[in-house]
C-alpha cells in the first residue's frame, strides 16, 4: 500500500511539475500597436524576425534579388458593393416575356498597411504606410 501511496504522489507531483514547465516556458512577447512606433530609428537594425515577433504573420510578402518587402493591415475600411438592374414585363390578357440582366460591382478591398522593406541581410531599409 506504500508502494501505491508513493507512485500516485510521483505522478501527481511529475504532472503538476510539467503543468507548470509549460506555463511559464510558452511565455510570448506581447505584439505591439506598429502604428505607434517610430519606424525611422529602426532602420538598419531592425529585423525580419523581429517584424514577425512583434507584429505577426504579414497580410502580404514580397522577394526580389534586392531584399523582401511585408506589409501588414494596419486598419480595414468597411467593403461595399453596388448593384442595379434591368428587367421588361407584360400587363394584360395577352402572353409576356420578360428578360432581365443584372450586374454587380465590388470595389478591391481598402484600408492602410504598413509595408516594410528589408535588405538582402534582413534589415529594415525603408518603410512606408500605404493606403488602398
Not at 507548470?20 to 512606433?37: E, M, Q, W
Request: proline share 5%.
Amino acid at each position: 500500500m506504500k508502494t501505491l501511496s508513493f507512485l500516485l504522489l510521483l505522478v501527481a507531483a511529475l504532472v503538476l511539475a510539467g503543468c507548470a514547465s509549460s506555463s511559464s516556458g510558452s511565455t510570448r512577447p506581447a505584439k505591439v500597436d506598429p502604428r505607434t512606433i517610430n519606424w525611422s530609428e529602426r532602420i538598419g537594425a531592425y529585423t525580419y524576425d523581429q517584424a514577425l515577433t512583434e507584429l505577426g504573420k504579414p497580410a502580404v510578402v514580397g522577394e526580389s534579388s534586392g531584399g523582401k518587402t511585408a506589409e501588414w493591415v494596419l486598419r480595414r475600411t468597411p467593403r461595399m458593393s453596388f448593384g442595379f438592374g434591368v428587367g421588361g414585363g407584360s400587363y394584360g390578357s395577352g402572353g409576356g416575356v420578360g428578360v432581365g440582366v443584372g450586374s454587380g460591382v465590388s470595389p478591391p478591398p481598402h484600408g492602410e498597411n504598413l509595408r516594410l522593406t528589408f535588405d538582402t541581410d534582413g534589415k529594415l531599409k525603408e518603410w512606408t504606410k500605404v493606403k488602398y
